[in-house]
């Protein structure tokens, strides 16, 4: 196990020494072709594991005193509207609240709700969120094809308009008030680099998804090499992507009459890994989305933290995963007082939308109705799904598989079809 200094000073070494015009660079950009084995990720991992140098790493206890040279970091992931239900666990004190998508269950405004008026509860001055798969209505291009997809709870596009029109918005992302909503977007905290994209492996039926191979690994060039903390929903191969069951359970069931224990499939994604390990090297990446890969692991270069707090019942029992993140010599928070939060790449918001504001509350795509409003349309006119633009073109709908919310969805047939609902 890495040992926690050991932990620090792969952190502290990332941004030593560089003044902040530095990390503003232009963001550079990848040109990875997908890995020969992109679609079969357990042969991706026979050939690629024996080429790393994984250790676990511990969580800093959250009782440890916070210091001025030093910015906290707070991961969650996963929580699908279930901490706001009973006793939620308890969130520790931190400066910067990392969510790393599936906010909820399948995105309806009154779950959106709930989680944005938990959000505002918690104590962190920032608090960074991406989507997930679950988290559909965030998806333009997912809400103009929904009528594919039997996971959409809506009867009808106005049905869905008219629960956003109970909030006041027209557009979900600008329910969320109480935080700082990124998609495939940087943001520039305490001198901080932070990107965050959406989009797992999966056939188009959840939202945020794409094909392996060159599907994805176009979502994957995008991200800036001067990236610092990388937030994907997505997790790479190798660190905490195995899920227990699936394929090798079906295969193997005739054989000895009952699910043999203990076999796990890799249903991570090879080409995310190699944009990490071979061009991006971010100090941390926080992802999610397979639950039973909760933990943090280290290659020596980048920490992997998987901060799934739910189980694959859904209970949310893992507890947010906790780092210090040094700052250069001489530097401490107070220096980034005035400015607290930059946008380095902003949010895609689509022309009726514009960014707006640099602090936590406005650096969004600004509301169209009851917000920041340079472009006012009037009131009740329709939802424009194609108002919201994504940056790629062939998004994969291909044929779905059989989906259980507890468990993977698995195309017996071929490994390359698998995907998670989780
Ligand atoms: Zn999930």
């Known amino acids: 196990m890495a040992s926690l200094a050991n932990f620090f000073s792969q952190m502290f070494s990332k941004n030593e020494n560089i003044p902040e015009a530095e990390l503003i660079k232009k963001p550079g950009t990848g040109n990875l072709k997908p890995d020969i084995n992109a679609h079969k990720p357990d042969q991706a991992w026979s050939k690629l594991k024996n080429q790393q140098n994984m250790a676990n790493v511990a969580s800093l206890k959250p009782g440890m005193p916070m210091r001025e040279d030093r910015i906290r970091f707070v991961c969650i992931s996963d929580t699908h509207a279930q901490l706001e239900r009973g006793a939620p666990l308890e969130i520790p004190q931190g400066d910067v609240l990392i969510h790393a998508g599936d906010l909820t269950m399948s995105g309806e405004p009154r779950e959106v709700a709930i989680v944005n008026k938990y959000l505002g509860t918690l104590p962190h001055k920032h608090k960074i969120v991406i989507a997930g798969n679950h988290d559909m209505t965030f998806d333009s291009e997912f809400m103009a094809n929904k009528h594919k997809s039997r996971f959409f709870t809506f009867d009808s596009n106005d049905s869905y308009q008219q629960d956003l029109a109970k909030y006041g918005v027209k557009h979900i992302q600008n329910m969320l008030s109480n935080c700082t909503y990124i998609e495939d977007s940087m943001v520039q ?3 901080i680099n932070i990107y965050g994209s959406p989009w797992t492996v999966g056939s188009g039926s959840w939202g945020f998804q794409r094909a392996r191979g060159s599907g994805i690994v176009s979502i994957w060039n995008q991200i800036p090499t001067n990236t610092d903390i990388l937030i994907t929903h997505m997790p790479p191969l190798g660190y905490g992507d195995s899920v227990q069951g699936t394929l090798s359970v079906a295969r193997l ?9 203990g076999l796990k499939d890799h249903v991570g994604c090879v080409d995310l890994l190699r944009t990490v390990q071979s061009r991006v090297k971010p100090t941390l990446h926080v992802y999610g989305h397979i639950h039973e890969g ?18 694959l019942k859904y209970r949310p029992i893992n507890p947010p995963l906790v780092f210090d993140f040094p700052l250069p ?9 005035d400015s607290p939060l930059k946008w380095v790449i902003p949010t895609e918001c689509g022309e009726d939308y514009e960014l707006v504001g640099e602090n936590e509350a406005e650096g969004r795509c600004g509301d169209i109705d009851n917000r920041v409003d340079k472009n006012t349309k009037g009131a009740g006119e329709s939802y424009d799904d ?27 047939a071929d490994a390359a079809g698998r995907e998670c609902s989780q």
């Open 329 to 337: 010599p001489g530097v401490t928070k107070q220096d980034f007082m």
């Open 253 to 261: 069931k005739p054989l000895f009459g009952i699910p043999p224990m």
């Open 386 to 412: 194609n108002n919201v633009e994504f940056v790629d073109e062939d998004k994969a709908t291909g044929a779905e598989g059989s989906v259980d919310n507890s468990d993977c969805d698995v195309d017996e």
């Open 294 to 311: 909760y933990g943090m692991r280290t290659d020596g270069t980048t920490t992997f933290v998987n901060a799934s707090m739910c189980t």
């Open 189 to 191: 905290i305490y001198g």
